[in-house]
Protein backbone atom coordinates (compact mmCIF):
# COMPACT_ATOMS: atom_id res chain seq x y z
CA UNK A 1 0.00 0.00 0.00
CA UNK A 2 2.65 2.44 1.25
CA UNK A 3 6.05 2.47 -0.29
CA UNK A 4 9.42 4.40 2.02
CA UNK A 5 11.88 4.55 -0.01
CA UNK A 6 15.16 3.76 0.78
CA UNK A 7 18.12 5.44 -0.57
CA UNK A 8 20.59 5.25 2.02
CA UNK A 9 20.19 8.15 4.43
CA UNK A 10 19.44 8.58 8.03
CA UNK A 11 16.46 8.63 9.74
CA UNK A 12 14.62 5.55 7.66
CA UNK A 13 13.41 3.39 10.29
CA UNK A 14 12.23 5.87 12.72
CA UNK A 15 9.76 6.98 10.21
CA UNK A 16 9.10 3.62 9.40
CA UNK A 17 8.16 2.73 12.65
CA UNK A 18 6.35 5.58 13.15
CA UNK A 19 4.18 4.73 10.11
CA UNK A 20 3.72 1.39 11.48
CA UNK A 21 1.65 2.50 14.62
CA UNK A 22 -0.49 4.14 12.45
CA UNK A 23 -0.86 2.10 9.64
CA UNK A 24 -1.27 -1.35 11.56
CA UNK A 25 -4.60 -0.07 13.33
CA UNK A 26 -6.25 0.40 9.80
CA UNK A 27 -4.40 -2.65 8.40
CA UNK A 28 -2.08 -0.70 5.80
CA UNK A 29 1.02 -2.27 5.16
CA UNK A 30 3.84 -0.24 4.62
CA UNK A 31 7.00 -1.53 3.22
CA UNK A 32 10.53 -0.19 2.89
CA UNK A 33 11.86 -0.27 -0.72
CA UNK A 34 15.62 -0.22 -1.06
CA UNK A 35 16.26 -0.82 -4.81
CA UNK A 36 14.65 0.94 -7.90
CA UNK A 37 11.34 -0.53 -9.27
CA UNK A 38 8.10 0.51 -10.85
CA UNK A 39 6.64 2.43 -7.51
CA UNK A 40 3.30 2.71 -9.46
CA UNK A 41 2.48 -0.70 -7.85
CA UNK A 42 2.52 1.05 -4.48
CA UNK A 43 -0.85 3.51 -3.52
CA UNK A 44 1.37 6.02 -2.14
CA UNK A 45 5.32 6.82 -1.80
CA UNK A 46 7.42 8.60 1.40
CA UNK A 47 10.73 9.80 0.87
CA UNK A 48 12.71 10.27 4.18
CA UNK A 49 15.23 12.47 4.24
CA UNK A 50 18.06 13.63 7.23
CA UNK A 51 21.52 15.20 6.61
CA UNK A 52 22.73 17.42 3.49
CA UNK A 53 20.79 18.02 0.58
CA UNK A 54 23.24 18.05 -1.80
CA UNK A 55 24.64 14.64 -0.98
CA UNK A 56 21.20 12.96 -0.20
CA UNK A 57 19.87 13.89 -3.51
CA UNK A 58 23.49 12.35 -5.40
CA UNK A 59 22.65 9.50 -3.36
CA UNK A 60 18.88 8.90 -4.46
CA UNK A 61 20.47 9.46 -8.12
CA UNK A 62 22.89 7.07 -7.83
CA UNK A 63 20.55 4.88 -6.32
CA UNK A 64 18.36 4.90 -9.60
CA UNK A 65 15.48 6.25 -7.28
CA UNK A 66 14.95 9.84 -9.37
CA UNK A 67 12.92 8.47 -12.48
CA UNK A 68 10.72 5.96 -10.62
CA UNK A 69 9.69 8.56 -7.87
CA UNK A 70 8.91 10.71 -10.81
CA UNK A 71 7.08 8.34 -12.63
CA UNK A 72 5.06 7.76 -9.60
CA UNK A 73 3.85 11.35 -9.30
CA UNK A 74 3.35 11.61 -12.69
CA UNK A 75 0.52 9.12 -12.29
CA UNK A 76 -0.79 10.89 -9.72
CA UNK A 77 0.26 8.40 -6.44
CA UNK A 78 0.10 10.75 -3.00
CA UNK A 79 4.17 11.52 -2.56
CA UNK A 80 4.91 12.68 0.75
CA UNK A 81 7.97 14.18 1.25
CA UNK A 82 9.69 14.12 5.13
CA UNK A 83 12.47 17.05 6.41
CA UNK A 84 14.92 16.88 3.67
CA UNK A 85 12.73 14.39 1.68
CA UNK A 86 10.44 17.46 1.57
CA UNK A 87 13.41 19.54 0.55
CA UNK A 88 14.32 17.44 -2.55
CA UNK A 89 10.99 18.26 -3.90
CA UNK A 90 11.85 21.54 -4.54
CA UNK A 91 13.74 22.62 -7.80
CA UNK A 92 16.91 23.53 -6.18
CA UNK A 93 19.47 24.18 -3.16
CA UNK A 94 21.65 26.30 -1.99
CA UNK A 95 23.27 24.29 0.45
CA UNK A 96 27.16 23.99 0.07
CA UNK A 97 26.53 25.41 -3.11
CA UNK A 98 23.55 25.06 -5.95
CA UNK A 99 22.29 21.89 -6.63
CA UNK A 100 19.84 20.39 -8.59
CA UNK A 101 16.43 18.89 -6.35
CA UNK A 102 13.54 16.83 -8.23
CA UNK A 103 11.56 20.14 -9.36
CA UNK A 104 8.46 18.32 -8.38
CA UNK A 105 7.35 21.71 -6.02
CA UNK A 106 8.49 24.98 -7.19
CA UNK A 107 11.16 26.95 -5.55
CA UNK A 108 14.17 27.13 -3.53
CA UNK A 109 15.74 25.75 -0.46
CA UNK A 110 17.79 28.48 1.63
CA UNK A 111 20.08 28.89 4.29
CA UNK A 112 18.57 30.79 7.48
CA UNK A 113 20.08 33.83 7.83
CA UNK A 114 23.07 34.12 10.49
CA UNK A 115 21.73 37.49 11.58
CA UNK A 116 18.01 36.76 12.98
CA UNK A 117 17.08 38.65 16.06
CA UNK A 118 15.88 36.62 18.77
CA UNK A 119 13.07 37.82 20.27
CA UNK A 120 13.23 36.20 23.33
CA UNK A 121 16.45 37.65 24.32
CA UNK A 122 17.56 41.12 23.07
CA UNK A 123 20.71 41.48 22.03
CA UNK A 124 21.43 38.23 20.58
CA UNK A 125 20.67 35.86 17.28
CA UNK A 126 18.54 33.24 16.49
CA UNK A 127 20.79 30.13 16.26
CA UNK A 128 21.44 28.37 13.32
CA UNK A 129 20.24 25.29 12.54
CA UNK A 130 17.16 25.90 14.42
CA UNK A 131 16.48 22.90 17.42
CA UNK A 132 13.55 21.60 19.11
CA UNK A 133 10.07 22.39 19.65
CA UNK A 134 8.08 25.21 17.08
CA UNK A 135 4.65 25.87 16.07
CA UNK A 136 2.90 25.13 12.89
CA UNK A 137 0.59 28.00 11.96
CA UNK A 138 -2.12 26.98 9.21
CA UNK A 139 -2.45 28.96 5.81
CA UNK A 140 -4.64 26.29 4.05
CA UNK A 141 -7.16 23.60 4.76
CA UNK A 142 -6.25 20.23 3.90
CA UNK A 143 -6.80 16.64 4.82
CA UNK A 144 -2.90 16.04 5.87
CA UNK A 145 -3.89 18.64 8.68
CA UNK A 146 -7.07 17.35 10.31
CA UNK A 147 -7.35 17.33 14.04
CA UNK A 148 -3.75 19.25 13.87
CA UNK A 149 -4.58 22.43 15.51
CA UNK A 150 -3.46 25.85 14.61
CA UNK A 151 -0.72 26.78 16.46
CA UNK A 152 0.62 22.87 17.49
CA UNK A 153 4.07 22.33 18.04
CA UNK A 154 6.44 19.78 16.12
CA UNK A 155 9.82 19.02 16.69
CA UNK A 156 12.46 20.76 13.93
CA UNK A 157 16.03 20.12 13.02
CA UNK A 158 17.56 21.98 10.20
CA UNK A 159 19.83 24.72 8.92
CA UNK A 160 17.64 25.48 5.34
CA UNK A 161 14.26 25.90 4.75
CA UNK A 162 12.10 25.86 1.72
CA UNK A 163 10.98 28.98 -0.09
CA UNK A 164 7.95 27.61 -1.92
CA UNK A 165 7.47 29.92 -5.50
CA UNK A 166 3.48 29.19 -5.06
CA UNK A 167 1.87 30.55 -1.95
CA UNK A 168 -1.30 28.13 -2.52
CA UNK A 169 0.96 25.49 -2.22
CA UNK A 170 1.68 26.55 1.94
CA UNK A 171 -0.92 24.92 4.14
CA UNK A 172 1.26 25.83 7.28
CA UNK A 173 4.16 28.31 8.22
CA UNK A 174 6.65 28.62 11.39
CA UNK A 175 8.61 31.04 12.22
CA UNK A 176 12.37 31.29 13.23
CA UNK A 177 14.00 34.78 12.13
CA UNK A 178 11.51 34.32 8.89
CA UNK A 179 8.43 32.97 8.35
CA UNK A 180 8.44 29.86 6.45
CA UNK A 181 6.74 27.06 4.75
CA UNK A 182 6.75 23.93 6.95
CA UNK A 183 4.20 22.23 5.53
CA UNK A 184 3.54 22.14 1.93
CA UNK A 185 1.26 20.76 -0.78
CA UNK A 186 1.73 20.53 -4.51
CA UNK A 187 -0.93 19.11 -6.60
CA UNK A 188 -0.39 15.36 -5.40
CA UNK A 189 2.92 16.32 -3.27
CA UNK A 190 3.46 17.03 0.06
CA UNK A 191 6.40 18.25 2.74
CA UNK A 192 6.99 18.29 5.76
CA UNK A 193 9.77 19.98 7.51
CA UNK A 194 9.26 18.84 11.03
CA UNK A 195 10.54 15.64 12.37
CA UNK A 196 6.61 13.65 12.32
CA UNK A 197 8.52 10.33 14.03
CA UNK A 198 9.68 12.78 16.65
CA UNK A 199 7.12 15.33 17.04
CA UNK A 200 4.77 12.81 19.28
CA UNK A 201 0.61 13.15 19.00
CA UNK A 202 1.32 15.86 16.42
CA UNK A 203 3.60 14.17 14.08
CA UNK A 204 1.88 10.95 14.34
CA UNK A 205 -1.57 12.99 13.44
CA UNK A 206 -0.19 14.14 10.41
CA UNK A 207 1.43 10.75 9.48
CA UNK A 208 -2.15 8.70 10.27
CA UNK A 209 -3.66 11.63 8.22
CA UNK A 210 -1.53 10.57 5.18
CA UNK A 211 -2.27 6.73 5.44
CA UNK A 212 -5.81 7.67 5.80
CA UNK A 213 -6.02 9.45 2.88
CA UNK A 214 -4.26 6.60 0.92
CA UNK A 215 -6.76 4.18 2.30
CA UNK A 216 -9.70 6.63 1.12
CA UNK A 217 -8.23 6.87 -2.56
CA UNK A 218 -8.29 3.32 -2.62
CA UNK A 219 -11.52 2.50 -1.01
CA UNK A 220 -13.15 4.94 -4.09
CA UNK A 221 -10.72 3.76 -6.40
CA UNK A 222 -12.39 -0.10 -5.49
CA UNK A 223 -15.91 1.77 -5.52
CA UNK A 224 -15.41 2.87 -8.98
Known amino acids: ?118 PASPGHTLRVPQIGWNQLHHRRDDALLAHVPDGAYAYFNHSYYCDAADQTSVLTTTDYGVDYPSIVRYKNAWGIQPHPEKSHTVGLRILANFVQMVEERVRVAVAV
Open 1 to 118: MIAIVDYGVGNLRSVYKAFEAVATPMQIPVDIVDAPTDLTRWRAVVLPGQGAFGSSVDQLREQGFEAPLLDAVQAGLPLLGICVGMQLLFDESEEMGQHEGLHVIPGQVRRFPDDMAD
